[in-house]
């Protein structure tokens, strides 16, 4: 019944779209009915493509999401819990951070070259800096209190780590890392359409560019779905790890 | 707590030589002074209560002996040696039960934790966690988180875990502030039951005058702003305690006039 509700309003603004296509037989290299997108986009599954691009595309920002955000959390739990270090190095973050990882695609290319590298290192900067400061921010915030405790309790630091501050702060970074895995995808794409001979983003950029609107459109439709199936498979997750334990201690949207 | 804490070997003491001793403590929090020469001692297995107005750096001085704090002049000694980081014999039960127990483990995890800082086997936690959640009456709660729990199960989790550490020490911060009445007095009864078993030295902070002297063997009245000993009360109170036949002792009575008419003497013209 939600389903439906929901489904709606997309599928009477489809039918609108495809009436007003039909019935001004528009034959363009720029637009396509719902009809041809559809069929398109059967044919671009059928084939195949579709799914190998999408690998492509997933592994480049994985592996980038990995690599940034597992060097982040790192260097976050140690900014977080070494506040000199944090003094430290805060102004080169705040050089650093502001700095569009779109505009490293020529840096990138330039050192790296074309292909799976490049991308994954874009990807990295990019998912590192929420990670970081998510992460800072929630260990900064951990009660004084449980610090405290470990202190009393004489834990060491891999103890206090692992019992105190990642528990404390994991539904935080929870959310951190879901909203770095919607970065990656942005990053992965855009750096395929930008430059990259790679995955999905290169396959819409080669269709726009034979004027293809109908797979062009198939296309974009399928990147927004893979994002959307992404944080639902983690927002699901969310819930499952941190029901009811956790519901008392995410503050953070 | 079977009498461990008692028997583990401890340098040579002398009986009755103090086992706690605050030595010319001054602290500042940058320019504020907040504590001006204090000194007084607690003697082995003593029952000790803090009291004074908010300022008057109780919940400081406990923290130093627990070893979160350094004073700026000044030593505290325990057994003879200056405390300068949290002592293994030495266990604090923080004010806010909320935050003192780790919301993600349940309590039978939470008292677990003590046993694990302590290098326990994890074979030999299981029994462990049992006997002390019977001690504290939480004996059907362990599988339950603390948010399940009500502020005095709560409290009691955290006496579990102080009592997991096997402490020689129990260093207490208004433990019962937040809890009403009915909890706050089975829980003073249980603290005195347990500590009586172990002999236990307690030093335990509290605004509450007549919680102070239920519980104490001696009174320890601090002036506020900066915090100095002003008094030091002995409570020639019968053991063990009773709820209705101590608090209605002439010597009570007699006590809780003295210290309130004190107290209120601090509040009106603090030197």
């Known amino acids: 019944m939600k389903l439906l509700k929901a489904s709606l309003l997309p599928a009477f603004l489809l039918v609108i779209w495809e009436i007003a296509m039909r019935a001004n037989n528009v034959q363009s290299d720029s637009l396509a009915a719902p009809s041809q997108v559809a069929i398109a986009f059967w044919n671009a599954l059928f084939d195949g493509t579709i799914f190998s691009r999408t690998a492509e595309t997933l592994r480049a920002a994985m592996l980038g999401l990995a690599l940034g955000g597992g060097s982040a959390l790192i260097l976050s739990i140690f900014l977080g819990l070494v506040p ?26 330039l050192t790296l070259g074309f292909g799976y590298g490049m991308e994954i290192a874009l990807v990295a900067f990019a998912t590192f800096w929420p990670i970081l400061i998510y992460g800072m921010a929630a260990i900064v915030n951990i009660d004084q209190q449980l610090l405290d405790l470990a202190r009393v309790l004489r834990l060491g630091a891999y103890a206090r780590v692992t019992k105190i501050v990642l528990p404390a702060t994991l539904p935080r970074y929870f959310v951190a890392f879901r909203l770095s895995m919607a970065v990656s995808l942005i990053i992965a794409v855009t750096v395929e359409i930008a430059a990259n001979p790679l995955g999905i983003g290169y396959e819409l950029m080669q269709a726009s560019q034979s004027l293809h609107p109908a797979l062009t459109f198939a296309l974009v439709i399928w990147v927004g779905f893979i994002g959307f199936l992404l944080n639902s498979v983690l927002l699901f997750a969310q819930q499952r790890l941190f029901g009811p334990a956790g519901a008392t201690m995410v503050a953070a949207p | 707590m079977t009498g461990n804490a008692a028997t583990t070997a401890q340098p040579a003491r002398s009986v009755g030589a103090p086992l706690i001793e605050f030595r010319g403590i001054s602290h500042h929090f940058g320019s504020r002074e907040i504590i001006r020469d204090v000194n007084f001692s607690i003697r082995e297995s003593e029952f000790v209560c803090l009291i004074g107005p908010s300022g008057c750096g109780k919940t400081t001085l406990l923290r130093m002996l627990g070893g979160l704090l350094t004073p700026t002049a000044g030593q505290v000694l325990f057994g003879g040696k200056p405390v300068t980081a949290p002592e293994k014999e030495i266990s604090f039960m923080f004010q806010d039960y909320s935050k003192a127990l780790l919301p993600w483990r349940t309590a039978g995890g939470n008292v677990s934790l003590a046993l694990e800082a302590n290098g326990v086997p994890a074979a030999q936690r299981g029994p462990r966690i049992a006997e002390l959640l019977k001690k504290v009456n939480l004996a059907n709660h362990a599988d339950h988180f603390p948010a399940q729990l009500s502020g005095g199960m709560q409290q009691r989790v955290q006496i579990a875990r102080c009592l997991a550490q096997e402490p020689s020490v129990l260093l207490m911060d208004e433990p019962f502030g937040a809890l009403d009445a009915m909890t706050r007095q089975s829980l003073q009864d249980e603290i005195l039951k347990l500590i009586a078993v172990s002999r236990t030295t307690v030093l ?21 702003n900066p915090g100095r000993v002003a008094q030091v009360f002995d409570v020639k109170l019968p053991s063990p305690r009773d709820q209705l036949t101590t ?18 003497e601090v509040e009106h013209e603090a030197p």
């Open chain 2, 247 to 264: 608090r209605e002792h002439p010597e009570f009575l007699r006590l809780r006039r003295e210290i309130f008419d004190f107290v209120r």
């Open chain 1, 84 to 109: 000199p270090a944090a003094r430290l190095a805060q102004f080169s973050i705040e050089v650093l951070r502001p700095v569009p990882a779109v505009a490293l695609i020529p840096v990138a290319i």
């Open chain 2, 204 to 224: 335990f902070v509290t605004h509450d005058l007549e919680e102070a002297i239920y519980l104490g063997d001696r009174v320890v009245a601090l002036y506020p």
